[in-house]
């Protein structure tokens, strides 16, 4: 911001300076430093403790309603009986304990329900949700209920344990680590004895249901077992009986003597068989040699005979070696060989004789062998058949035995699994071995009100930053001129500051000062001049994208800083639908702009020249307003450029208006008034972007409304404009 007084001529040309920011980047959310992140909560304050408080409130009153709470706890392992495990010979028959069952088995409805009634959970508030008052918050949702619902509800029963279950179950933890068979049961109660009696009751009841399952188990399975025995009696009975009557019926000789002595006799008439057949053979090969050979002397060699017909045989073999010799001597019709071969020649008949004899002996010992062969045949027959059918009955038999003792074996069983279950009866349903019994805590659990109480508050601090964090990151509102830096051919007039209430433009003609305002509008003055070559713009269009923005106010202060600098003016105020600079001025004029457009009235009718130098045309009667046209703007501004007048225009909102955009065409300058943390970045750009033209291309920007407090806070290139030392010294002046 530049301090400096205008001379009286408003066209002495001056240095040329400009406002620029000094960065024209954009500061985003993403780019906070620690010194950013401070500044949004020190403008973000009042929300944040407004959010704080709205957060804190109902939780205030959750935290100081709550009571103490104590939690007691058990940890416990549960065996399986030591004298099942020490009589089980298989190991198939045990039953072994699992822990997540028994932890299930702790959990079950019928345990919880005597637990309840044995400690009369159900008679305490705290438990029976029917004992306890209704709250607010749950009155409001039984009527919202109500109209969706035409059914009334019925009241809960007080004496019921159907709403204690669930509160139960919510206060009682049972659980097992899978590295251990430890398992662990905790209870949470306002009554720290009753949080320590709930996990031992818990234990006894466990063990009586163990009990009474195990024994209910036993007792089925008994009756099952004597029912079975009595079956597999039968059976046996009925498998002996099959096995006695048919041995009795075939006539099966189980002694072991009789057996040896059949399978003797057996072997003997084998073994008869078998040497008949030999003899067979043997008698066989005689006849076949004696019947097959002509030679007496051939068959002596190759069979063996009788001494008889031997001793033959070597007579004749003697005589026919005494014939060769007496060949060799004489010759053959000697008379000692021809004797000699008269002697050989009765002794072949002798032998052939013999030989027939001995051959018609052999022919009937072999039809005796032939006899006899049969006979043990058919004795070795019947043998085998009787031993065939022995062994086939005994086999029969041995299977009959089979069966008998498979079912007298079962039968043996179930007698053992019998025994067995009586000796199960005998023994308690599990061992419990108690590592720590739940005792009464000293101490309640958790941490103390004014532990949640401060958590609670941190908590709603944080959500109330945070809350702000996101509302500054969606906001998209003007602030900064590094904000729309990126807008080309604009040109920035400075940032003027919001009046506070006290501070009431229209009590500014009683000579009431307000330096930073005063310094902002020269400063824009400046920015005017400087645009314009170094001279004033004899024609000025202060206009906004919406309304309420504060260009009226900018228009007049304007209006009024120059006619102080002893520049001629004339003020128009020309939003011809809503112009209210006559109730600042009270002309008192019958006619206005809307008249002199119509032809109504004449341009001498609707100036009025204010005491302050402040020539000012109102707006006129709304009724009469219509689309204008160029023609009468620029007749003001022409009548004002001949009385060496300056005209500033007080337009409508360029983006409700045609109005001001043919003013923009025909005035030398624009001024654009933006307000701070109200006007969007969009809308500034869209409406920049509809008043440039090819006379009117750079358009002067200002930012109203600056909250000067919270721009020092942000981390813009222009919130030094802003700071603590800056904001003394214009104290220091008033």
């Known amino acids: 911001m530049t301090i400096s007084t205008l001379p009286p001529d408003r066209n002495l040309p001056i240095s040329s300076m400009r406002y620029d920011p000094r960065f024209q980047v954009e500061t985003k959310a993403d780019q906070f430093d620690l ?83 044995d400690l009369q959970l159900n008679a305490l508030p705290e438990f029976n949700p029917a004992l306890r008052k209704t709250s607010f918050i749950d009155s409001i949702r039984a009527k919202l209920r109500s109209l969706f619902d035409t059914k009334k509800p019925a009241s809960p029963d007080r004496e019921s344990i159907e709403a204690t279950i669930p509160e139960f179950y919510q206060a009682l933890g049972v659980w097992h680590d899978d590295k251990s068979e430890v398992i662990q049961i ?38 099952w077992i004597r029912q079975r025995i009595s079956e597999q009696q039968r059976r046996a009975d009925i498998a002996r009986d099959a096995a006695r009557n048919y041995q009795e019926s075939m006539d099966i000789v189980s002694r072991e003597d009789a ?80 004797d000699l071969r008269r002697k050989i020649e009765q002794s072949r008949i002798d032998l052939d ?36 059918r022995d062994a086939l009955a005994q086999t029969e038999l041995a299977r009959l035995q089979r069966i008998a003792e498979k079912e007298q074996a079962a039968l043996d069983k179930l007698e053992d699994q019998r025994r067995d279950l009586a000796a199960r009866a005998m023994l308690p349903g599990a061992e419990l071995e108690v590592f720590s019994p739940a005792s009464v805590p000293l101490v309640p659990q958790g941490r103390g009100r004014l532990f949640y109480m401060m958590g609670a508050l941190l908590a709603a601090i944080s959500a109330a930053v945070t809350a702000a964090f996101v509302i500054e ?27 506070a209430r006290r ?29 314009n070559g170094g001279k004033l713009p004899n024609s000025i269009v202060v206009t906004s994208a919406h309304s309420g923005e504060g260009k009226s106010l900018i228009a007049r202060s304007l209006a009024m800083e120059l006619a102080a600098a002893a520049i001629p003016v004339l003020l128009v105020d020309g939003d011809l639908r809503r112009g209210k600079l006559d109730s600042f001025f009270r002309s008192g004029l019958v006619y206005g702009l809307n008249e002199f457009l119509n032809g109504l009235a004449d341009l001498r ?86 008043m440039k033209s090819s006379r009117n291309s750079d358009i002067i920007v200002a930012i109203n409304g600056v909250d000067p407090k919270k721009h ?15 904001m003394k010294y214009y104290k220091l002046e008033e």
């Open 259 to 338: 057996q040896e002595e059949r399978i003797k006799t057996l072997l003997e008439i084998t073994g008869r068989d078998a040497k008949i057949e030999e003899s067979r053979v043997e008698v066989k090969a005689t006849i076949s040699a004696l019947e097959g050979t002509d030679s007496a002397s051939v068959a002596l060699q190759n069979i063996v005979f009788p001494d008889s017909i031997t001793t033959k045989q070597r007579d004749l073999h003697a005589q026919e070696q005494d014939l060769a010799r007496l060949l060799e001597t004489y010759d053959g019709n000697a008379e000692a060989v021809v």
């Open 35 to 117: 010194a950013s992140i401070f500044g949004l909560i020190r403008r973000r304050m009042i929300m944040i403790i407004a959010i704080s408080v709205l957060l804190m409130v109902p939780a205030a009153i959750m935290i100081s309603g709550l009571k103490p709470t104590y939690q007691a706890w058990a940890r416990l392992i549960i065996h399986q009986p030591l004298a099942t495990s020490l009589g089980a010979d298989d190991t198939s028959r045990s039953d072994p304990l699992d822990v997540k069952s028994e932890t299930e088995r702790l959990l079950s409805r019928g345990i919880a329900e005597r637990v309840v009634r």
């Open 473 to 499: 990151m969606w906001d998209r509102t003007v602030r900064s001129f590094d904000q729309i830096a990126g807008i080309g051919r604009t040109i920035p007039a400075g940032l003027i500051p919001r009046l």
């Open 353 to 388: 004789l013999a030989n027939k004899k001995y051959l018609q002996a052999m022919r009937a010992k072999l039809a005796a062998l032939d006899h006899e062969a049969n006979a043990v045949q058919s004795i070795l027959v019947v043998a085998q058949e009787k031993r065939t």
């Open 712 to 726: 020092a806070l942000y981390n813009f290139s222009d919130s030094e404009l802003f700071s603590k030392s800056l």
């Open 186 to 223: 905790s209870f949470t109660a306002n009554d720290a004895e009753l949080a320590a009696a709930v996990p031992n009751r818990l234990v006894g009841i466990y063990l009586d249901e163990r009990k009474g399952s195990v024994h209910g188990r036993l007792d089925f399975a008994g009756e």
């Open 605 to 690: 009718d609707i100036v009025y020249r204010h005491p302050s130098g402040v020539a000012f045309i109102p707006s006129g009667k709304f009724s009469l307003q219509r689309r204008a046209g160029s023609n009468g703007f620029a007749e003001i501004i022409e009548m004002a450029g001949a009385a060496g007048r300056i005209v500033i225009f007080d337009s409508a909102p360029v983006l409700a208006s045609t109005d001001t955009v043919h003013l923009t065409a025909l005035a030398e300058r624009t001024l654009a008034v933006v307000r701070w943390g109200k006007t969007s970045r969009r809308a500034v750009e869209f409406s920049l972007q509809q």
């Open 503 to 531: 501070e009431n433009p229209k009590t500014m003609f009683g000579h009431m000062q307000v330096p930073m305002f005063d310094e902002a509008i020269r400063t824009m003055v400046l920015s005017l001049k400087q645009s």
